[in-house]
């Protein structure tokens, strides 16, 4: 039979305006978080990443917030360019082994 | 630094072949794991190796895929027959000791006609 894609959640900007993308985690034992990239045709890229004894870090353009109260997590993209579109993935690691468990995922749309 | 390299980028087999995807992580990394992408059903973790040494293979899906890591530079992921619902991109990633970041290889695309 036919399948059905999973379609992803989109988020649309314009260039120049900050974007925010937000994540839902599942596990409270969580202890550390990271955001990943994944351009078209392309592996997963390292953005930033966050222990889960913090609460914000912020790198170059790029600031993840963590609420554990609620178990979320976002990644601020400011002054966000056309070549930030992308699929935009959150990652728990839910055991010292460093297995990562992957989020759905979020595509941002870049308009020029 | 060369990243991770995977191989094949492409693959099409036809349905009940066996497939043998391949993998070098960053020289120097002791992790590896293996995943899958679909868009069912994302990024799916299937095995890790630390050391070599496979820690967590609950995510391979049957017995059909076994995964392998002879020494602390190659890896194979192994499907054995293949089947169409296989159909997706198999994505190697490495890291190294207490850095947390995994590095992700480009991927190998499996199709399974």
């Known amino acids: 039979g036919e399948s059905v894609g999973l379609h992803l959640p989109t988020l649309s900007v314009q260039e120049g305006d900050n974007s925010i993308i937000n994540c839902a985690y599942s596990?409270?034992?969580?202890?550390?978080f990271i955001w990943y990239k994944q351009e078209s045709g392309k592996g997963p890229q390292f953005i930033i990443d966050?222990?889960?004894?913090?609460d914000k870090r912020q790198g170059q353009r790029v600031t993840v917030l963590l609420n554990k109260t609620v178990k979320h997590l976002s990644l601020q993209i400011a002054a966000t360019q056309p070549g930030d579109s992308a699929v935009y993935f959150c990652?728990?690691?839910?055991?010292?082994?460093?297995?990562?468990?992957f989020g759905q995922g979020t595509e941002l749309s870049v308009k020029p | 630094d060369a990243g991770v390299i995977q191989s094949p980028r492409h693959e099409v087999t036809e349905m009940g072949q066996e497939v043998t995807l391949r993998c070098k992580p960053i020289?120097?990394?002791?992790?590896l794991f293996w995943y899958r992408q679909t868009m069912m059903r994302g990024l799916e973790l299937l095995i890790y190796?630390?050391?070599?040494?496979?820690?967590?293979d609950s995510g391979m899906p049957e017995d059909r895929f076994s995964a392998k890591m002879p020494n602390a530079s190659f890896s194979t992921l192994k499907i054995q027959p293949s089947e169409p619902r296989d159909s997706a991109v198999y994505f190697c990633?490495?890291?190294?000791?207490?850095?947390?970041?995994?590095?992700f290889g480009s991927g190998t695309r499996l199709t399974v006609v």
């Open positions: 990633a490495s890291k190294e000791g207490a850095n947390y970041g995994y590095t």
């Open positions: 596990n409270s034992a969580s202890d550390y």
């Open positions: 966050i222990r889960s004894n913090m």
């Open positions: 990652a728990e690691r839910r055991n010292q082994g460093g297995k990562l468990i």
């Open positions: 020289s120097g990394h002791n992790s």
């Open positions: 190796f630390n050391n070599n040494v496979p820690i967590d």
